[in-house]
């Protein structure tokens, strides 16, 4: 069974511009969620959706935003970027099951925006 | 609000030697735990969970951790260091039920001399 992949692996941006990543999970898995990764600030959780609906927002500002598509691709976007979004985000999914119990949650790779 | 402590931010230990790397939680009820490994660039690796049931569980890789609810513990544990086991460790803590997210400590950094 194919893991978590993101695309892409490496991004270089200017301030100002805006960028999507992508995420495919595990076949079978409904929810992906987003994490930044900075040496800072550590593993900061961005967002989770589930069956295309967001069902968890952690503490960022508008300018991140995402989507979840039918298939359960998600894609996450940041807008006027700053130096300071310079970081490896990085997606996970799992089952997802709406009620009772959670499962654990399978990460990819990451992708590294570096933002100058 | 739950959160996850590792006390260690950093550790070197030699090739052979026992490892245990600590986590503690602060949690309103008994959560699941989690250890994932990260190498450098690279996403998180699932190590061990532990849902119920037997409170020391084996993961990959030679590792296990043992569940302390007395001591809001969840140590990972190595009898013997490889080189390869040189990366970052991360604990985590997640629901039982319902849609949280897990929180993350902020990790411990393993490395490994000869």
């Known amino acids: 069974k194919a893991g978590v992949t993101q695309t892409p692996r490496y991004l270089i941006k200017t301030r100002g511009q805006q960028v999507t990543l992508s995420c495919s999970p595990i076949?079978?898995?409904?929810?992906v969620s987003w994490y930044q990764q900075t040496p800072g600030q550590g593993l900061q959780f961005l967002f989770e959706?589930?069956?295309?609906?967001?069902?968890n927002k952690g503490n960022f500002p508008g300018r991140f935003s995402g989507r979840q598509f039918s298939n359960s691709r998600s894609e996450m976007n940041v807008s006027t970027l700053e130096l300071g979004d310079s970081a490896l985000y990085l997606c996970?999914?799992?089952?997802?099951?709406?009620?009772?119990?959670?499962?654990?949650?399978?990460f990819g790779q990451g992708t590294r925006l570096t933002v100058v | 609000a739950q959160s996850v402590t590792q006390p260690d931010i950093h550790i070197t230990v030699s090739e052979g030697a026992s490892l245990e790397l600590r986590c503690n939680y602060s949690?309103?009820?008994?959560?699941?735990l989690f250890w994932y490994v990260q190498s450098p660039g690279q996403g998180l690796q699932l190590l061990l969970k532990?849902?119920?049931?037997?409170?020391l569980v084996q993961g990959i890789k030679g590792f296990e951790a043992e569940f302390k609810r007395s001591q809001s513990s969840f140590n990972l544990r190595k009898p013997s260091v490889h080189w390869s086991d040189a990366a970052e460790y991360f604990c985590?803590?997640?629901?039982?039920?319902?849609?949280?997210?897990?929180?993350f400590g902020k990790g411990t950094r393993l490395s490994v001399i000869a």
């Open positions: 996970a999914s799992s089952l997802g099951r709406r009620e009772g119990n959670n499962t654990e949650a399978f």
């Open positions: 076949s079978g898995h409904r929810s």
């Open positions: 959706y589930f069956s295309e609906t967001q069902r």
């Open positions: 985590a803590v997640g629901a039982r039920a319902g849609n949280t997210p897990l929180v």
């Open positions: 949690y309103g009820a008994t959560p699941y």
């Open positions: 532990y849902f119920s049931g037997d409170t």
